[in-house]
Every structure is written in structure tokens, then in C-alpha cells.
């Protein structure tokens, strides 16, 4: 009788486990999708990665592309930098779990830009591409929205 308490009691035990452990895995995703959105702030300057500190990157459109799915991906937004070279990208479309660390989403500047608005970029062929990092939340008119940065730009030569 003692054998069958404790195959039963390891059957219970093994079976909270695996419940508990579902539910840590799914967790993030429960939390990822109380999200409305998502909105990425970053700087880019005129220097050969985009990266600053340089002269300001004026005037250039910046796409925010995020990937939905395996291999779809999407422009979800557009903004084009100011005069200080900041740009400031909210979208509600984005179609990918938000509330996670690394945003399956990148900002990319194509080129080459106008050698009036930046000789250091206006002889390149391709993009200045960078990944997007959640940095926290903030609660607007549109529900509460993931912020988001840049980790920094890099030159792609093919896109």
C-alpha cells in the first residue's frame, strides 16, 4: 500500500511540476500581450556607422521593420529624423508579441542620403540597419506602449 501512496504521490508531484513550469514558460507571453503598442525613440548622427556622437542625421527617413512570423516582414512605421537627428516611431500594427527584452524589430535608414544632408553617407550603397531594445512601458491614448531605443546602427550592404 505504502508503494502506491508513493508512485502516486511522485505522479502528483511530477504532474505540479510540469503545470508550474507551463505556466513560467507562458508567463512572458501573458505579459507580452497586454501591449498596444510600440514606440521606438533613438538618435542617428552622420558618421559612417549612424552612430553618434557626430553632426546630427537631418531630414532622413527612418523605416521601423518588424518580423511577423518565420519569415515575414513588414514596415510598421516611418519617420523622418529632425533637425537633431531624433526620430520618434509609434505604431499599434506591428503584429509581434511586445513586452519582451529584444523586439523582433529593426530600424533601417536606406542609402546613400543626400551629400548635402551627410557627405559620409552619401557615397554608400545600402542601409544603417539596428536591432530595437524594450528599455519600459508607458500608458498613453493608445493603451499602454512598449519603449523601445536602438542598440546602434551598422552598415548593411545588402538588404
Not at 505556466?23 to 538618435?43: D, N
Not at 530595437?132 to 493603451?143: N, P, W
Amino acid at each position: 500500500m505504502a508503494a502506491c501512496n508513493t508512485a502516486a504521490a511522485r505522479f502528483f508531484l511530477t504532474a505540479m511540476v510540469v503545470v508550474f513550469a507551463a505556466a513560467a514558460a507562458l508567463a512572458p507571453l501573458a505579459e507580452a500581450q497586454i501591449f498596444s503598442g510600440l514606440t521606438v525613440s533613438s538618435r542617428v548622427c552622420c558618421t559612417a556607422t549612424g552612430n553618434c556622437p557626430g553632426k546630427a542625421l537631418v531630414r532622413t527617413v527612418v523605416k521601423l521593420n518588424c518580423t511577423r512570423g518565420l519569415f515575414a516582414t513588414a514596415t510598421v512605421g516611418r519617420r523622418t529624423t529632425t533637425s537633431s537627428g531624433f526620430f520618434n516611431i509609434t505604431s499599434t500594427t506591428t503584429g509581434v508579441p511586445l513586452g519582451l527584452a529584444v523586439v523582433p524589430c529593426f530600424a533601417i535608414i536606406q542609402l546613400p542620403v543626400s551629400a548635402a544632408i551627410c557627405p559620409a553617407l552619401s557615397t554608400v550603397s545600402g542601409a544603417l540597419t539596428s536591432a530595437v531594445v524594450g528599455v519600459g512601458s508607458v500608458y498613453g491614448k493608445l493603451g499602454r506602449l512598449q519603449n523601445a531605443t536602438t542598440l546602434g546602427f551598422s552598415l548593411r550592404t545588402r538588404i
